[in-house]
């Protein structure tokens, strides 16, 4: 018997279902979006849903899935060996640039993007199958650029340099108002570049301070000074010293 699911029409009403969904689920978040909303702005069935996908919850997290394909695909072209300068390079500019990618569809970054902040509606299995391996691609790069540094250490540095990526694409506009006539003309590779340049001097300056001694108390002992003793100025007797006898002073 075929499977009506996957003939060309069923294929069709699935992606329309995924589309509407997404800019819905964008728009105003897993709860607030009723399937009703979903199926009148697709054009289909109210059962489509449930046919296709279970429930609402179902289509949601297709939706997601196809929001983080083209992320995925960007950064499985980033090379898996080489010096890890470059490959960090390859990282940032892959990030940035599906980030900024004007092909993709609008809907698919602000959907990602809500989903972190509705922590409770980004699936287990999304984590697991995407940013996992995001994490654990950087995390390689970090321990070959700041060899011994602990496991938080690596995992502040990956929010660090991804948080950089995503601030600039939520705020993109507001920067570009900030910075009339500054930031205007900056296109993602030369923001790619310019992030990729920031990170890795900050890498840097962590290797730099792995090598100064560690204080009592856990932090890189600061340099000591030399104290100076301070000669005495003319007529005045050096602190300490004794007035011989029979002279006064």
Avoid at 56 to 81: D, W
Avoid at 123 to 139: A, S, V
Avoid at 197 to 204: E, I
């Amino acid at each position: 018997m075929p499977n009506v699911k996957n003939n060309a029409a069923a294929r069709e009403t699935r992606r329309k279902l995924i589309e509407a969904g997404g800019e819905l689920f964008a728009e105003k978040g897993l709860h607030a979006t009723q399937i009703r909303d979903i199926t009148d702005r697709a054009g289909v069935n109210v059962a489509a849903v449930n046919y296709h996908f279970g429930d609402k919850f179902g289509l949601y997290r297709a939706a997601l899935k196809e929001a983080h394909s083209a992320g995925e695909r960007a950064m499985a072209a980033v090379p898996s060996s080489g010096p890890p300068e470059d490959r960090l390079r390859d990282f940032i500019r892959a990030l940035v640039q599906q980030i900024f990618n004007p092909d993709r569809p609008a809907w698919h970054y602000p959907l990602t993007w809500r989903a972190r902040l509705e922590a409770e509606a980004l699936p287990d299995e999304l984590i697991d199958r995407t940013f996992r391996p995001l994490t654990d691609r950087l995390g390689e790069m970090i321990r070959e650029l700041v060899p011994g540094a602990s496991e938080r250490t690596i995992a502040l540095i990956e929010t660090s340099i991804v948080g950089q990526c995503v601030f600039h694409l939520n705020d993109w506009a507001t920067i570009r108002r900030v910075y009339a006539g500054v930031l205007d003309d900056v296109d993602p590779s030369a923001l790619a570049d310019h992030l990729a340049n920031f990170s890795l001097a900050a890498l840097r300056g962590l290797q730099d301070g792995a090598k100064r001694p560690m204080s009592s108390e856990g932090s890189r002992a600061p340099k000591r000074k030399t104290k100076r003793s301070r000669k005495p100025s003319r007529g005045q007797r050096p602190a300490g010293s004794k007035t011989p006898r029979g002279k006064t002073t």
